[in-house]
């Protein structure tokens, strides 16, 4: 479930990725407001950054907890709850998510994942576009269940109904932007028999009927697209996004397509790293793979039932954020070096940023706010009739919880990192006693009294002012954070 560890250390917050948010940010908005009249980036986007750089911080604000037998404290810095990149509240949103998910939401079934990865340029369209994400996923689910009611119905199983989790993620492997689908789908039917609803588990899933579900959608898609009057060969500068945020997507279009917008290496790519072989073959398809017309359906991952523990890694996986803080390094040159989940099929294990297109892949991963991604469809949709007979309701309060720390809701920080990293966050490293939380600061003059007293920074590091273009790496300004990567 988690790394185990016998002790809590809180996570330094002067990681690769604030630093070079914070040498950068400002450099990077002076770029982007020159695109169009100065207009830059929009309030949402620049706001998430500015948030990202006090996250972590206790000059930022704290939680004070104190031991209740030999009265040592603890401070806990606040968090930023940024919903684009940032690894530390994507860490914890996908840990509380997916517990969610296990504890309440999908039944002790079999589930598997369906994962529709879309073109190009449905890509940058539903990136801004949430009830075109909505429409999709609709008719993606739609597909699939259908599938699987014509398979109950060969078995004799009349009305029966699927269920399904669909979490929009945003992002790929290099950080581009590339929204696509994992569902989270019920291998099987529920149908009603003597009053009660009773699960169908299907047999095994084959190459072919991911192929037959694929040829089902991808026509529903070009439908709707038809029926908007658009179609997914339309002129991206008329989207209606391109209107509301133009620079934002400037920003997205040149992420989809793989290159830089801004700064000295505009439409450039980033550089590969690893054993590159030029005339390596195209990845081929794997079991139940299909492709079609830019879209590829994936359908080989499966939990059966009672596997609760698998189950919660694959909502983890589904939901986790766009990188890891172990995959970031900055060279002595200054670049972004990223490695990459899986090496490519050319052998790319590595690619390497200008900083400034570094921030531009960040900034167009953040989503429009008050945007839901996660849908849920079928018999787990809210109010979908007979839900509280399917989704789990008596879960086990976890142990040292305060009463009422079951749902999502009352899931404190304290049970959360239990559950996840199998540590209690609440004894104290002094005596084994028990911490308490005494006072939440959060006025800067205190803040900083109780710093300064204790000889810890009482001031969040300022950003970098803004470096006039072009982007010139002096010897004064080569810094090394974390790892160096070597070329190789």
């Given at each position: 479930?988690?790394?185990?560890?016998?002790?809590?250390?809180?996570?330094?917050?002067?990681?690769?990725?604030?630093?070079?948010?914070?040498?950068?940010?400002?450099?990077?908005?002076?770029?982007?407001?020159?695109?169009?009249?100065?207009?830059?980036?929009?309030?949402?986007?620049?706001?998430?950054?500015?948030?990202?750089?006090?996250?972590?911080?206790?000059?930022?604000?704290?939680?004070?907890?104190?031991?209740?037998?030999?009265?040592?404290?603890?401070?806990?810095?606040?968090?930023?709850?940024?919903?684009?990149?940032?690894?530390?509240?994507?860490g914890r949103r996908m840990a509380e998510g997916a517990a969610h998910?296990?504890?309440?939401?999908?039944?002790?079934?079999?589930?598997?994942?369906?994962?529709?990865?879309?073109?190009?340029?449905?890509?940058?369209?539903?990136?801004?576009?949430?009830?075109?994400?909505?429409?999709?996923?609709?008719?993606?689910?739609?597909?699939?269940?259908?599938?699987?009611?014509?398979?109950?119905?060969?078995?004799?199983?009349?009305?029966?109904?699927?269920?399904?989790?669909?979490?929009?993620?945003?992002?790929?492997?290099?950080?581009?932007?590339?929204?696509?689908?994992?569902?989270?789908?019920?291998?099987?039917?529920?149908?009603?028999?003597?009053?009660?609803?009773?699960?169908?588990?299907?047999?095994?899933?084959?190459?072919?009927?991911?192929?037959?579900?694929?040829?089902?959608?991808?026509?529903?898609?070009?439908?709707?697209?038809?029926?908007?009057?658009?179609?997914?060969?339309?002129?991206?500068?008329?989207?209606?996004?391109?209107?509301?945020?133009?620079?934002?997507?400037?920003?997205?279009?040149?992420?989809?397509?793989?290159?830089?917008?801004?700064?000295?290496?505009?439409?450039?790519?980033?550089?590969?790293?690893?054993?590159?072989?030029?005339?390596?073959?195209?990845?081929?398809?794997?079991?139940?793979?299909?492709?079609?017309?830019?879209?590829?359906?994936?359908?080989?991952?499966?939990?059966?039932?009672?596997?609760?523990?698998?189950?919660?890694?694959?909502?983890?996986?589904?939901?986790?954020?766009?990188?890891?803080?172990?995959?970031?390094?900055?060279?002595?040159?200054?670049?972004?070096?990223?490695?990459?989940?899986?090496?490519?099929?050319?052998?790319?294990?590595?690619?390497?940023?200008?900083?400034?297109?570094?921030?531009?892949?960040?900034?167009?991963?953040v989503p429009r706010p008050r945007v839901n991604l996660i849908l849920?469809?079928?018999?787990?949709?809210?109010?979908?009739?007979?839900?509280s007979d399917i989704v789990p309701r008596d879960v086990a309060r976890?142990?040292?919880?305060?009463?009422?720390?079951?749902?999502?809701?009352?899931?404190?920080?304290?049970?959360?990192?239990?559950?996840?990293?199998?540590?209690?966050?609440?004894?104290?490293?002094?005596?084994?006693?028990?911490?308490?939380?005494?006072?939440?600061?959060?006025?800067?003059?205190?803040?900083?009294?109780?710093?300064?007293?204790?000889?810890?920074?009482?001031?969040?590091?300022?950003?970098?002012?803004?470096?006039?273009?072009?982007?010139?790496?002096?010897?004064?300004?080569?810094?090394?954070?974390?790892?160096?990567?070597?070329?190789?």
């Open positions: 479930m988690g790394r185990r560890s016998e002790t809590y250390r809180p996570r330094d917050p002067a990681s690769v990725l604030d630093q070079v948010v914070r040498d950068h940010f400002e450099t990077f908005r002076a770029h982007a407001a020159g695109l169009r009249e100065g207009e830059g980036l929009p309030g949402f986007v620049d706001q998430e950054f500015r948030e990202f750089l006090r996250c972590g911080w206790l000059a930022g604000g704290f939680a004070r907890l104190r031991c209740t037998r030999c009265r040592s404290e603890r401070l806990v810095a606040f968090s930023c709850k940024g919903r684009g990149f940032c690894p530390s509240c994507g998910l296990v504890d309440h939401v999908l039944p002790d079934v079999p589930v598997r994942q369906w994962v529709l990865t879309l073109p190009q340029r449905l890509r940058y369209r539903l990136a801004w576009d949430h009830d075109g994400c909505r429409a999709v996923s609709r008719l993606f689910v739609r597909a699939v269940f259908g599938f699987l009611r014509r398979r109950a119905r060969d078995r004799g199983v009349t009305d029966g109904r699927g269920g399904a989790v669909v979490v929009l993620q945003r992002f790929g492997g290099a950080l581009n932007l590339n929204v696509h689908l994992h569902a989270l789908v019920l291998d099987g039917v529920f149908a009603r028999e003597g009053g009660r609803l009773r699960f169908h588990p299907l047999p095994a899933l084959a190459t072919a009927d991911v192929a037959d579900v694929l040829a089902t959608i991808v026509p529903r898609v070009a439908d709707w697209l038809a029926r908007r009057g658009e179609s997914d060969e339309a002129d991206q500068g008329a989207d209606a996004w391109a209107e509301a945020a133009p620079v934002l997507a400037g920003l997205a279009a040149a992420s989809v397509q793989g290159v830089a917008a801004l700064g000295r290496v505009a439409g450039t790519r980033a550089q590969r790293l690893g054993r590159i072989d030029a005339a390596s073959d195209a990845p081929g398809l794997a079991e139940c793979q299909a492709r079609q017309e830019g879209f590829d359906l994936h359908a080989a991952v499966r939990v059966g039932a009672g596997r609760r523990e698998r189950l919660e890694r694959v909502c983890r996986y589904v939901l986790r954020p766009p990188v890891a803080q172990d995959r970031l390094a900055v060279t002595s040159a200054g670049r972004v070096r990223l490695a990459l989940r899986h090496m490519w099929s050319d052998g790319t294990t590595h690619l390497e940023f200008d900083p400034v297109a570094f921030l531009e892949r960040l900034a167009v991963l849920y469809h079928g018999v787990l949709a809210p109010r979908a009739a007979g839900r976890p142990e040292g919880a305060p009463p009422g720390a079951r749902g999502t809701g009352g899931r404190r920080w304290a049970a959360l990192m239990r559950r996840t990293f199998e540590f209690d966050v609440l004894a104290c490293a002094q005596c084994g006693g028990r911490l308490r939380l005494i006072a939440l600061i959060e006025s800067g003059a205190i803040s900083q009294r109780v710093l300064r007293h204790l000889g810890i920074p009482a001031e969040v590091p300022p950003a970098r002012s803004a470096r006039a273009p072009p982007l010139a790496y002096e010897p004064d300004d080569v810094f090394v954070r974390g790892p160096v990567e070597s070329d190789s």
